[in-house]
């Protein structure tokens, strides 16, 4: 299962992301495909180029209990 976080205001580029996550802390991380098609978040960079940039949305995982 994983927490969706807010999408971002501006467009980041993949770079912008990954360091956008890291500073977030907490395990915040770049969806995958999978995120992407099952919870419908924003920001799948895999078929862009290093140099596009898009609005994203950080996610998490989080445990079952």
């Known amino acids: 299962m994983i927490e969706v976080g807010p999408r971002t205001s501006t467009k980041l580029t993949y770079d912008e992301a ?3 996550c ?5 395990g915040w991380r770049l ?3 999978d995120d992407w098609t099952t919870q ?4 799948d960079y895999t ?3 290093p140099q ?3 609005f ?3 996610v998490r995982d989080i445990k079952d209990d």
Do not use: A, E, R
């Open 40 to 43: 419908n978040v924003i920001g």
């Open 31 to 33: 969806p995958t495909s």
């Open 56 to 58: 994203f949305t950080p």
């Open 22 to 26: 890291f500073c977030l802390g907490g």
């Open 18 to 20: 990954v360091m956008y």
């Open 52 to 54: 596009d940039s898009i």
């Open 47 to 49: 078929y862009l180029k």
